[in-house]
């Protein structure tokens, strides 16, 4: 039996991971309901996995924020103190994370090795790049993207499936949080 492996998503609706100008964490659109989900998303036993460029983003905005700031919400500390699996082949040990580890090499096939291997699901929250190469490799079982009510337009940065093969999703669960956030996740296949 394989682990299941989740591409974790936050969304624009114009399909940006981010924006800039004056647009703030969440795109300002976060409520309590969202924090409290996503606690719970981050509460089970599971392996994260993410690229050496997420891994630094995260190292980064963690290391440069305060107790008081969103980017210490309750389930990013959650997801920061789950074992961590970055496939990198620029990082080296011991990383700025309480258990991590860096394993070299081609995502698709750390990640099919991990699939295999692991007693927890497999979860990862951005890293793009990675991700739509192992969307393309068939390895995501889950793509769970949650959708935040704007259109960034010219200031909209990291297009989440820019590149990426087509796929055909099946809609396995949706919900709406505070009355505007959209979390929908599929089960995607190859189109």
Do not use: N
């Given at each position: 039996m394989t682990?299941?492996?989740?591409?974790?998503?936050?969304m624009s609706l114009d399909g940006f991971g981010a924006?800039?100008?004056?647009?703030?964490?969440?795109?300002?659109?976060?409520?309590?309901?969202l924090l409290e989900h996503r606690l719970g998303l981050y509460e089970a036993e599971q392996r994260m996995v993410l690229g050496a460029n997420t891994y630094r983003l995260f190292a980064r905005m963690l290391a440069e924020s305060t107790e008081d700031s969103d980017v210490r919400d309750p389930w990013v500390t959650r997801m920061r103190n789950l074992p961590l699996t970055v496939v990198s082949t620029t990082?080296?040990?011991?990383?700025?994370?309480?258990?991590?580890?860096v394993v070299g090499g081609d995502a698709v096939?750390?990640?099919?090795?991990?699939?295999?291997?692991?007693d927890v699901p497999l979860r990862s929250h951005g890293s793009l790049s990675m991700n739509r190469a192992l969307l393309a490799?068939?390895?995501?079982?889950?793509?769970?993207?949650?959708?935040?009510?704007?259109?960034?337009?010219?200031?909209?940065?990291?297009?989440?499936?820019?590149?990426a093969e087509g796929f055909d999703l099946e809609l396995l669960e949706?919900?709406?949080?505070?009355?505007?956030?959209?979390?929908?996740v599929y089960r995607p296949t190859l189109h």
């Open positions: 682990a299941t492996y989740t591409f974790d998503v936050f924006a800039g100008g004056d647009w703030t964490g969440y795109w300002g659109k976060q409520g309590p309901e990082l080296a040990e011991p990383l700025d994370w309480p258990d991590a580890a096939e750390v990640v099919a090795r991990l699939k295999e291997e692991s490799a068939g390895l995501v079982d889950r793509l769970q993207v949650t959708l935040f009510p704007v259109v960034t337009g010219r200031t909209g940065l990291d297009p989440i499936f820019a590149g949706s919900r709406t949080l505070d009355g505007r956030i959209q979390e929908l």
